[in-house]
């Protein structure tokens, strides 16, 4: 299944933008804590799907290797 971009589902009242920044940071926040840096976060690598923002295209991330 393919979302919505995040500017037509806040155009269209299905999310706020509150909301946006509070799952694209939970996303984040999510794949930091498993070891995972994205390294392409963007607007074209987010779409709204089933409620809520999803950030997409883990093409460029890495393994986080700073701290071990």
């Not at 509070?22 to 999510?30: E, G, Q, R, V």
């Amino acid at each position: 299944p393919k979302g919505l971009s995040l500017d037509t589902a806040v155009k269209t009242n299905r999310i706020t933008k509150d909301q946006i920044a509070y799952d694209i940071l939970s996303a984040i926040y999510f794949i930091n804590s498993h070891g995972i840096v994205h390294l392409d976060i963007k607007l074209e690598n987010t779409v709204y799907y089933n409620g809520h923002a999803c950030l997409i295209d883990f093409g460029l991330a890495q393994e986080a290797t700073l701290y071990k």
